[in-house]
Every structure is written in structure tokens, then in C-alpha cells.
């Protein structure tokens, strides 16, 4: 259902007015037409652009700053940040999943998470190890059910970042994992039309564990490498390590 509509744009009912017109904002930055140092058009012209009151650009414009993609300047207006300077990191484009930018966030896991599984193997502990073969036990009985094994391969990823006992770790892959949970979902679904390949997944989680529990940091680390870089190939990206 479309609630307003100007020239340029139609703004449906959900989400939220000040969401959406954050949301085209973001895009526009990413794709270069906003280039950091510039300054964006002030709150009149964008509320008639968009056909919003100044108060719902307003907040568009609040929220983009609170993600640190824009900053007021006295004098200036409100100005696009140089992403060096952001005091929040950001993934833009990622959400439109192009091969390349999925290609290069399955690189960025690939590099992440190795490190941290080799992490969790040197500092496991017993009641560690017991979760993370809980979520694994989760895994494979949703392999057996056909069923989606999403959530409990997400929670064996984190429960691995809580275990490399860094904490910005474990809050990076936080963020990570919420970016992740779609393709994960995809590959599963793509997966699950083989009759082979979900117990192949779910091996590759098998052997990571083994090598954390082992206390086996590099078997963790190329183990992990070799995870992320397959499940690339199952949504058809071909990154540098497949």
C-alpha cells in the first residue's frame, strides 16, 4: 500500500516514513552520489522531494547520524562523513546481496572467523564445548527432520565467538551474524534439495568442532576457512579462497 508519493518517489505505509526515507539516503551515499565531505540537500528540499513533513526527514536525518554516516557542521549543514572518520562500521550494499559485495562478505567471514575458532580452540572450556555440541546436535537433527537448521547454525557460530573470550569479537560476530542469517537461510534452502549435501554441511560443522574441542587451533582455523568458503560456493559466489 503506497501512503505518499511525490515526483521522485513512492513511500509505502510500513516501515516507517523516517526508515525508508533513511534507508534511500544510505543508498544514495553508498552509490556515490552523496561523496563524504559533501553536504546533502537541508530539510526543505528533501520534504518536498519526498513528500514528508521537515519533522519525518528530520529524523531520517537524526538516525543517519546516529549511524555515522552524516554529521552537522556549523555553518555547513549537514555534511557526509569520510568512512575513516565513522564512528560506526557499516556494510552498505550488502542487504541488496550483488555477487561481488556477498563474494567479499563471505571473504571477511572467512578471515574473521577462522581466527576466532583457533581462539575458541585454545581457550575452550568444558561447559563451552557442551553448548557448542548442543547447537551441532541441533543442526543434524534438522538435517535428519528436513527441517530449517538456521537458528542452531547461527547460535554454533556465536557460541565460537563467546569461546575466543575477546569480546569484540564476540560482538562483532553479533553484528556479522545478524548480517549473515539470510544467506544462511539460502544456502540451507539450496542445500536442501540435494541428498547429499546437508549431511556435507553439517559434516564441516562436525569437523570444526572436533578441532576446537581437540584444542587443534590451526585444524579450527583452516577447518572454519574451508566452512565459510563452501558455503560461498552453495549460493554460487566464487570467493579468493574457494
Same mark, same amino acid.
Given at each position: @500500500?503506497?501512503? $505518499?508519493?511525490? &515526483? ?12 525508508? =526515507?533513511?534507508?534511500?539516503? @544510505?543508498?544514495? =551515499?553508498?552509490?556515490? %552520489? ?19 513533513? $521537515? ?5 531520517? +536525518?537524526? $538516525? ?8 552537522? %557542521?556549523?555553518?555547513?549543514?549537514? @555534511? ?14 550488502? &542487504?541488496?546481496?550483488? %555477487? ?8 571477511? %567471514? ?62 562483532? @560476530? ?9 544467506? +544462511?537461510?539460502?544456502? $540451507? ?22 578441532? =576446537? ?23 554460487? =559466489? ?5
Amino acid at each position: @500500500m503506497v501512503s $505518499r508519493s511525490s &515526483d521522485n518517489y513512492a513511500l509505502l505505509a510500513t516501515p516507517p516514513l523516517p526508515e525508508q =526515507i533513511a534507508a534511500i539516503l @544510505m543508498r544514495q =551515499i553508498a552509490d556515490g %552520489r552523496y561523496l563524504p565531505g559533501a553536504k546533502i540537500p537541508p530539510e526543505s528540499q528533501l520534504s518536498g522531494v519526498f513528500g514528508v513533513s $521537515r519533522s519525518v526527514v528530520r529524523e531520517a +536525518i537524526s $538516525r543517519l547520524k546516529t549511524e555515522g554516516l552524516l554529521v552537522s %557542521r556549523q555553518g555547513k549543514g549537514v @555534511m557526509v562523513l569520510d568512512p575513516s572518520a565513522r564512528a560506526t562500521f557499516r556494510m552498505e550494499g550488502i &542487504d541488496r546481496r550483488s %555477487r561481488p559485495e556477498v563474494a567479499q562478505f563471505y571473504e571477511m %567471514r572467512a578471515v574473521i572467523e577462522s581466527e576466532t575458532a583457533a581462539l575458541a580452540a585454545r581457550r575452550r572450556k568444558p561447559n563451552d564445548l557442551k553448548r557448542l555440541r548442543t547447537a551441532l546436535a541441533r543442526m543434524a537433527r534438522a538435517v535428519e527432520e528436513g527441517s530449517d537448521g538456521t537458528q542452531p547454525d547461527l547460535d554454533f557460530h556465536r557460541i565460537i565467538a563467546e569461546m575466543s573470550g575477546n569480546r569484540y569479537l564476540r560482538d562483532l @560476530m553479533g553484528y556479522l551474524n545478524a548480517k549473515a542469517a539470510g544467506f +544462511i537461510r539460502a544456502a $540451507r534452502e539450496h542445500s536442501s534439495r540435494s541428498a547429499t549435501l546437508p549431511a556435507k554441511v553439517q559434516l564441516e560443522h562436525e569437523r570444526i568442532f572436533a578441532a =576446537i574441542a581437540g584444542g587443534n587451533a590451526d585444524a579450527a582455523r583452516s577447518t572454519s576457512m574451508r566452512h565459510l568458503h563452501s558455503a560461498a560456493r552453495r549460493l554460487g =559466489i566464487r570467493t579468493l579462497g574457494a
